[in-house]
């Protein structure tokens, strides 16, 4: 489990916090989604995570270790890995599996092992054939790949995602999606950072932030429903969100809670078939 | 993208041998044919091209690699076959340039001792991965540890500047066509114009590298980056094709200081 208990944080020659009292518990293998509106504090809320920034205030710890102490550090961040936004700062070797035994070189791993530990890796993820590639080759879905081919070799028991699908196409955004869903039932925790309802909906749990503070935490559906019903609402509905709402608006008798396609289906479905029922009576 | 003696994959004698031996050859050979003058420099030439010949390194790709130097060359050989005394062989009228017998025979000589040198370093590179390479170059300059040089964090260092100079390349352009967008002359325009926007593509350029460093930086750090001992993926190893080179360098060596020397 990961703690957070009365956290502050402010970044130096900066008027206000980042990250103000906040309280939180991550659970072991949590499907987690995190979103607000930019310059809320996301980002920084996962850096606490793996010790890149360590608490102004309050405590941070994973498995019991406390992110401010140093000789702690190489453990947390075994536990905990990092996906950034943008996979090109991220990839440091000069090629594929030079850059996915970069944190196993950093934990001193025997290179016999490191070799064998690697080939698995790539197995894995099917990314054998770009073992040798140069990172500037690779597509960006690859790229989103191989950074976090260099994250699971460590064994993570949490990943922390920041917007991993952002400039994808629709074909890398899938590759990547259901790589993530995978982790989780293998049992590996994920925080989800987003801005897409989409990746909300699935998520065993959402929170929002909003100026450095978690303003709603719980069960994603019940916090989109509330959100929905907000017309200042920072997130943007998905289509079909829009046009149940508008027929509901016209008078349709349709229930409020469409997030997805498959909502939607479920719910014409149930409509049309209690209209035919009616004209047959 | 950057031409001059990019790495092939291959799994040939001369791809498979370790980094160090290659390093220090190609050092020792470049710093023996400038030492050399008479019939020395023909076997070392030899020797170069049979490198060249068990790397399998095709003729074509070797002079693509050179191609750029080949100028260099020529101006190095005109420069000796105008400006060195000795018997004039050829006087051109009103001008004060003669050409000398001694002059022709130098500037061959040094010019082609100048792609020799270049065919060293051409080899090195097309035949050692840019990872086996750094690598090779830590375990070479490791005795300078004792000395409290940090040379794994330099050789991290490096590997990571090689690996980012495509990126840098890729990102000089997407600014270049930004900023021609909005009515900067890169191409074309005059000397001062030109000037001026290329400030318009060189900030940009390094406020990003700067960002990026900083984003790296952290990544590194997430990834469990420490300074201080750390383990590689590759790993060289040192076996009979190593002694092998290294006997048949020693014999080389020898010839041409018995020839320089002796004879």
């Known amino acids: 489990m990961i703690k957070i208990q009365n956290v502050s944080y402010q970044y130096d020659g900066c008027g206000v916090p980042a990250l103000n009292n906040i309280s939180l518990e991550i659970n072991k293998g949590e499907y987690m989604a995190l979103t607000g509106p930019n310059g809320c504090g996301k980002t920084t809320l996962i850096r606490l995570l793996n010790a890149l920034i360590r608490p102004d205030e309050g405590i941070v710890t994973v498995h019991g270790l406390d992110t401010s102490i140093a000789a702690n550090h190489k453990e947390i961040r075994r536990t905990v890995g990092m996906l950034f936004q943008n996979p090109d700062n991220q990839i440091v070797g000069m090629t594929v599996e030079e850059d996915i035994s970069f944190g196993p070189g950093n934990l001193n791993w025997p290179p016999q092992e490191i070799r064998r530990q690697v080939g698995e890796i790539l197995k894995n993820l099917g990314l054998q054939s770009l073992a040798l590639r140069a990172p500037h080759t690779l597509s960006g879905g690859e790229k989103r790949l191989v950074s976090l081919a260099g994250v699971l070799i460590m064994n993570p028991r949490y990943i922390a995602f920041d917007e991993p699908t952002a400039y994808l196409d629709p074909l890398g955004r899938r590759r990547v999606l259901q790589m993530m869903d995978r982790l989780h039932r293998e049992g590996i925790g994920i925080i989800h950072i987003t801005h897409d309802i989409n990746d909300m909906v699935d998520a065993e749990r959402l929170l929002v932030m909003d100026k450095g503070e978690i303003i709603l935490d719980g069960p994603p559906r019940d916090i989109l429903r509330k959100m929905a019903e907000n017309p200042d609402s920072f997130i943007s509905m998905p289509p079909v969100m829009e046009l149940m709402h508008q027929l509901k608006r016209r008078g349709w008798p349709l229930t409020t809670d469409i997030l997805s396609v498959e909502d939607a289906e479920r719910e014409l479905h149930r409509l049309l078939a209690s209209m035919h029922r009616e004209q047959q009576s | ?200 593509l060189l900030m940009p350029l390094m406020t990003s590298a700067f960002r990026r460093a900083d984003d790296l930086a952290e990544a590194m750090e997430a990834r469990g980056y420490a300074r201080g001992p750390r383990t590689t993926l590759n790993q060289l190893h040192f076996g009979h094709e190593e002694i092998i080179a290294l006997i048949a360098l020693g014999i080389l060596f020898s010839f041409v200081l018995m020839f320089k020397y002796c004879l």
């Open chain 2, 1 to 200: 993208m950057i031409r001059f003696g990019q790495y092939r994959n291959g799994n040939s004698f001369g791809h498979r041998l370790d980094a160090r031996v290659k390093i220090l050859a190609m050092a020792a050979l470049s710093i023996l044919i400038f030492q050399a003058h008479g019939w020395e420099v023909l076997l070392l030439s030899v020797s170069l091209f049979a490198f060249c010949a068990v790397s399998r390194l095709k003729f074509s790709q070797v002079r693509e690699a050179l191609q750029p130097l080949v100028l260099f060359a020529v101006l190095l050989f005109g420069l000796h076959l105008f400006f060195t005394d000795g018997a004039v062989v050829l006087q051109i009228p009103y001008l004060p340039v003669r050409v000398t017998g001694e002059g022709f025979l130098r500037g061959l000589l040094i010019s082609w001792q100048f792609l020799c040198l270049a065919l060293c370093g051409v080899i090195l590179t097309m035949t050692t991965s840019p990872s086996d390479l750094v690598c090779g170059l830590e375990h070479l300059l490791r005795p300078l540890k004792r000395l409290r040089i940090p040379v794994q964090d330099i050789a991290v260092m490096v590997s990571m500047a090689l690996r980012f100079v495509p990126t840098f390349l890729e990102e000089y352009d997407r600014i270049k066509t930004a900023q021609t967008a909005r009515g900067a002359c890169v191409e074309a325009g005059r000397y001062d114009r030109k000037l001026k926007s290329l400030a318009a």
